[in-house]
C-alpha cells in the first residue's frame, strides 16, 4: 500500500509494493483465522460471526488509528487511453487503468478456477466447506486447508484494493465496508459456492450500480446494491446459479 | 488442568515466533505513517512505537505460555464463576436498582448525563438481547430500528406538535413495523447471511436518511424537537403557570427536566426489561430460546418459526424505536450521524459481553462500557488540568478495544463474561442448555 517510493520505474514499483502488500495481507489473512476463527471451531453457532465483526472492527480501527482518518491520496500512475469510437461527438474512451483492471481479473479469475476445480488444494477446500468433520476423517489436513484459504482470500483481497487505489486515487480506513458487503451481495446473487456464479453476480451488481447511478440517482447506488441483495434473498435464495442448499442433521 | 511445562528453549522459540509475525503485521501500519498535507504526503517512522509493540507481544507469549504452567489445577473453572455470578446476582440486581433510583438525588449534572446515557444503551441492550440472545438471530442492524424511533418522534412532533407520550408509542409501532419488514426476506437465511443482510439493512436506512432531504433534512437533520412534559407540565423557566416550578412552587432549575428525562429512561429501560423477563416465561419466549439452539427441532416440534422470528425482530425493534424516541427528545436533534454502523456494533459488544441472554449482564456490561468510557475521557482531563500534555486520546482507541473485547470474550467465554445460560422454564432441577453441550452428551 505504502511501498514502491524511491523507485522510478512505475511497473517495479508497482510489482513490488504488490508483492510487499500481499505479503503483508497473507500474514494478516492467517493471523486472523489463527486467532479469531480457529479457536471457535466447534464453539457454537454465533461465536465465529460475533468473533469475525469483532475482528472486522479491530482491524478497521487498527487502520484509524495507526494511519489517521483522513483520505490519502495518489496521483494517477497509469495515466492514458485510447479512443474505442467516436459518434456524433461523443468519444467513448478507455483508459490503461480500466484496461489493466480487466486482464487482471480475468488472468486472477482463471488462476482462482483452476486452483479450486483442478489442484489437490482447491478439491481440499470444496470438501471442507461440504463436511469438515468428514473431511478430516479422509486424511485433509483441515486447518492447513482453511489457513490456506483465508491466505488466499487476504491476497485477492490486496489486489482487489490496489486496483481501487490506483483508478479512484484515493483510500480511506473505511472503504472495505462497503465493498465487503457489495462482494457479499455478488456472491449470494450469483449463488454461494459457485465461481461462475460470483462472476457473474459482480458483474451483474456492478451494472445495475452503473446504470442506476445514471438514470436514477448517484446518493442512492448503495441502496440499489443492497435492495438487489434482499429482493434476491426474497424470491431467489440460492442465486442465480447456485444450487439449493439442502440442511442435513 | 495444567498443562506441561515446556523446554525454555521451545518457549523462547515460540514466543519469538509470535513477535515475528507481529513484526511482519505491525512494520508497514505502526512502523510507517503517510499524512496528507498541504505539500503532498508526508511519510512519518515510528520505528520505536514498532519496537515496542513487537516486545510487548514477545514477553506477552512468553508470560501466556508460563501461565498456563502455573495455573493452579483447583482455579475456578468459568463454571463456577457463573454459578457464583448467578447466585450474588440475586442481591446485586436489585442494588443496581436502588442505586439507579436514589442517584439523581446525591450527584451533579455530569453524573445524570452520563446516567442517561448508560441507561439508554441498558435499554437498546435489552432490546437487542431479545433477538440476538433470546432467539439468536445476529441483527447488525440494530441502530436502523433507533434511528426509525428517534426520527418517528423528530418528525411527528415537529411537523403535527405531537407530544412525546403520544408519540412514543407510534415510534415504537413504527420500529415494529420496520422490525417485520426486515424480518420477511431474512426468515430463511442462516446466520451468516442473516448479519450481512441485516448489516446492509441498517445501511440502507441510513442512506435514505441523509439523502432524503425535503423529508429528513438530510445531513442537517431535525433540531428545534420539544422536550418531554410531566402530564403537561414544561420544564422551563419561563414562568408560564403550565410549568414545573410554577405548579409546585419551587424555583426553576435545568437539573430538574434533566432528573425528570433520568428517570423516563429508567422506566423505559425497566419496562423493556420486565417485558422481556415475562415474555420469556411466555410459549413465545419458550420458542424463542429453542429456536435459539436448534431450529430444525424447533420444526420438528412444530413451531411456527415464520412468527417465531417475526415477534423477536418486531418486540426488539419496538424497544430500539422507544429508545430512538429518546433518545430525539434528550438531544432536541437527530442527524444521520447518530446512527452509524459503529453504533450497532457497540450494543452488539454490551450484548455479547453481558452473556446473550442475561439481562443483570447486559445491565453491567452497559455501565462498564459507556461508564469506562466516560472515565477515560475524565483521565483525560485530569491528565491535561494536571498540565501533562498528552495527545494520547483514549477515546480514539474505545472502538478498538470493543472490537478485541468482542474476539477475546467469543474465544475465552463464548456464553460471556456473566451469564451461565439457565433455561426459564425448566421440568425439575435448572441445568445449563446449550445445543453444544447436548451434543457432547452433557445437556
Redesign the interface.
Known amino acids: 500500500?505504502?511501498?514502491g517510493?524511491g523507485i522510478t520505474s512505475v511497473p517495479l514499483a508497482l510489482a513490488i509494493a504488490l508483492i510487499?502488500?500481499c505479503?503483508?495481507a497473507a500474514?494478516?489473512g492467517w493471523?486472523v483465522e489463527r486467532?479469531?476463527y480457529r479457536?471457535?471451531r466447534?464453539?457454537?453457532?454465533?461465536?465465529?460471526?460475533?468473533?469475525a465483526?469483532?475482528?472486522?472492527?479491530?482491524l478497521q480501527?487498527?487502520?484509524?488509528?495507526?494511519?489517521?482518518a483522513?483520505?490519502?491520496?495518489l496521483q494517477p500512475m497509469i495515466p492514458g487511453g485510447f479512443e474505442v469510437m467516436r459518434e456524433n461527438g461523443f468519444i467513448v474512451q478507455l483508459s490503461w487503468m480500466q484496461v489493466v483492471i480487466t486482464v487482471v481479473t480475468l488472468a486472477l479469475l482463471t488462476l482462482f478456477t483452476w486452483l479450486v476445480t483442478r489442484t489437490p488444494l482447491g478439491r481440499a477446500m470444496r470438501a471442507c466447506e461440504q463436511d469438515l468433520k468428514m473431511a478430516g476423517l479422509l486424511g485433509i489436513d483441515t486447518n492447513r486447508t482453511i489457513s490456506l484459504t483465508f491466505v488466499i482470500g487476504a491476497i485477492l483481497a490486496t489486489v482487489a484494493g490496489m486496483l481501487f487505489l490506483l483508478y479512484y486515487g484515493s483510500i480511506n480506513f473505511f472503504i472495505g465496508?462497503?465493498a465487503g458487503?457489495k462482494a457479499?451481495?455478488a456472491a449470494?446473487l450469483g449463488g454461494i459456492g459457485s465461481l461462475p456464479g460470483a462472476v457473474l453476480g459482480g458483474l451483474a451488481i456492478g451494472l445495475i450500480e452503473s446504470f442506476w447511478s445514471g438514470y436514477a440517482?448517484v446518493?442512492?447506488k448503495?441502496?440499489a446494491a443492497?435492495?438487489v441483495?434482499?429482493?434476491v434473498?426474497?424470491f431467489m435464495?440460492s442465486g442465480l446459479l447456485g444450487r439449493a442448499?439442502i440442511?442435513k442433521? | 488442568m495444567s498443562a506441561r511445562p515446556l523446554p525454555p528453549a521451545a518457549m523462547l522459540r515460540d514466543a519469538g515466533l509470535s513477535a515475528l509475525?507481529a513484526l511482519?503485521?505491525f512494520?508497514?501500519?505502526?512502523g510507517?505513517?503517510?499524512?496528507?498535507t498541504d505539500a503532498g504526503?508526508v511519510?512519518e517512522q515510528r520505528w520505536r512505537a514498532l519496537a515496542i509493540v513487537v516486545a510487548t507481544v514477545f514477553v506477552g507469549r512468553l508470560l501466556m505460555l508460563q501461565w498456563r504452567v502455573w495455573r493452579p489445577a483447583s482455579a475456578p473453572t468459568p463454571r463456577v464463576l457463573a454459578e457464583a455470578l448467578q447466585r450474588s446476582g440475586r442481591w446485586v440486581a436489585p442494588l443496581l436498582l436502588v442505586v439507579a433510583v436514589v442517584l439523581p438525588l446525591f450527584s451533579g449534572r455530569y453524573v445524570i448525563d452520563v446516567g442517561i446515557l448508560v441507561l439508554t444503551y441498558v435499554m437498546l441492550g435489552w432490546g437487542l438481547n431479545i433477538v440476538?440472545g433470546l432467539a439468536?438471530l445476529?441483527d447488525?442492524g440494530y441502530v436502523a430500528f433507533y434511528a426509525v424511533g428517534a426520527y418517528s418522534y423528530a418528525l411527528f412532533s415537529t411537523t403535527f406538535h405531537f407530544g412525546f407520550w403520544v408519540t412514543l408509542p407510534v415510534a415504537g409501532l413504527l420500529a415494529a413495523c420496520w422490525g417485520v419488514i426486515l424480518g420477511?426476506?431474512?426468515l430463511?437465511?442462516?446466520?451468516?447471511?442473516l448479519?450481512?443482510?441485516t448489516?446492509?439493512?441498517g445501511?440502507?436506512i441510513r442512506?435514505?436518511l441523509?439523502?432524503w432531504t425535503s423529508f429528513t433534512g438530510g445531513p442537517n437533520g431535525v433540531s428545534d424537537i420539544p422536550r418531554p412534559t410531566l402530564f403537561g407540565l414544561k420544564f422551563n423557566g419561563s414562568g408560564d403557570p403550565d410549568t414545573f416550578a410554577v405548579f409546585f412552587g419551587v424555583d426553576y432549575s435545568i437539573t430538574q427536566r434533566i432528573m425528570f428525562l433520568y428517570y423516563v429512561i429508567l422506566g423505559l429501560a425497566l419496562l423493556t426489561n420486565w417485558v422481556s423477563l415475562r415474555l420469556r416465561r411466555l410459549p413465545l419466549g419458550r420458542a424463542w430460546e429453542a429456536l435459539r439452539e436448534d431450529e430444525?427441532a424447533c420444526r420438528a416440534l412444530g413451531i411456527d418459526v415464520t412468527v417465531t422470528k417475526l415477534t423477536a425482530f418486531a418486540i426488539g425493534a419496538t424497544f430500539g424505536g422507544f429508545a430512538g424516541a429518546f433518545f430525539a427528545t434528550r438531544q432536541g436533534f437527530v442527524s444521520p450521524e447518530s446512527f452509524t454502523?459503529t453504533e450497532s456494533?457497540l450494543v452488539?459488544?454490551i450484548v455479547?459481553l453481558g452473556g446473550?441472554g442475561s439481562q443483570l449482564g447486559v445491565a453491567l456490561a452497559a455501565l462498564v462500557m459507556i461508564g469506562g468510557t466516560e472515565a477515560l475521557r475524565f483521565v483525560n482531563d485530569l491528565l491535561s488540568s494536571l498540565g501533562i500534555q498528552s495527545d494520547f486520546d483514549f477515546t480514539?482507541?474505545r472502538?478498538?478495544v470493543?472490537?478485541?473485547?468482542?474476539?477475546v470474550v467469543?474465544?475465552m467465554r463464548?456464553r460471556g463474561l456473566v451469564s451461565g445460560r439457565v433455561p426459564s422454564v425448566a421440568l425439575g432441577q435448572r441445568t445449563e442448555i446449550?445445543?453444544?453441550l447436548v451434543a457432547q452428551g452433557r445437556g
Open positions: 500500500m505504502l511501498a517510493f510487499a502488500s505479503a503483508i500474514l494478516y493471523t486467532v479469531a479457536p471457535l466447534g464453539s457454537f453457532r454465533l461465536a465465529p460471526l460475533i468473533s465483526i469483532g475482528m472486522s472492527i479491530v480501527n487498527f487502520v484509524q488509528v495507526s494511519q489517521g483522513r483520505d490519502l491520496n465496508f462497503s458487503v457479499f451481495t449470494v440517482s446518493p442512492y448503495n441502496v443492497f435492495s441483495l434482499v429482493i434473498l426474497i435464495p442448499d440442511e442433521v | 509475525v511482519g503485521l512494520v508497514v501500519l505502526i510507517l505513517k503517510l499524512t496528507p504526503m511519510l440476538v439468536g445476529l447488525l420477511f426476506p431474512v430463511r437465511l442462516r446466520g451468516d447471511y448479519a450481512i443482510v448489516l446492509a439493512f445501511e440502507i442512506v435514505v441523509i439523502n430444525i454502523f456494533a452488539l459488544a455479547v446473550l480514539q482507541y472502538m478498538l470493543f472490537g478485541i473485547a468482542l474476539v467469543m474465544v463464548p446449550a445445543a453444544e
